[in-house]
């Protein structure tokens, strides 16, 4: 059974900064690519950075909102993908989902009907 398990979230102040790590069992990731979508209360689901199965291609949904200031990457070797937030803003808040495209070597996609496995989730809480 694959799981998702999202950790580091918490909360910070505006301008803070940190590190969402998802931790996955039950298969390895090497050939699987994997995203962090956010939802914030009463809006949808949205995505937040994709990785490709290699880690050779990376794809963040809206410039605009982040701003160079949030960074995906991914250690097959611990199985695990992290999104590293920097410069965090009150607009950040939100539940912070890992999910995981469980067709081979995909290059990642926005789209949240893309991905078979998620976590549970992990809240971020900025405060200005």
């Known amino acids: 059974q694959v799981q998702l398990v999202e950790s580091g979230g918490g909360l910070v102040q505006a301008g803070g900064s940190l590190r969402l790590s998802c931790a996955v069992s039950?298969?390895?990731?090497?050939?699987?690519?994997m995203a962090w979508f956010r939802q914030a209360p009463g809006k949808a689901r949205e995505c937040v950075a994709t990785?490709?199965?290699?880690?050779?291609?990376?794809?963040?949904a809206d410039a605009d909102f982040v701003r160079g200031r949030f960074t995906i990457a991914r250690d097959n070797a611990k199985n695990t993908v992290y999104l590293q937030m920097n410069s965090l803003e009150p607009e950040d808040t939100a539940v912070y989902y890992c999910?995981?495209?469980?067709?081979?070597?995909?290059?990642?996609?926005?789209?949240?009907?893309?991905?078979?496995?998620w976590g549970q989730g992990t809240q971020v809480t900025v405060s200005s």
């Open positions: 039950g298969r390895t990731i090497n050939n699987y690519a």
């Open positions: 999910a995981l495209d469980g067709r081979l070597r995909r290059i990642g996609s926005p789209y949240l009907h893309e991905y078979n496995y």
């Open positions: 990785i490709s199965w290699d880690g050779g291609s990376t794809h963040y």
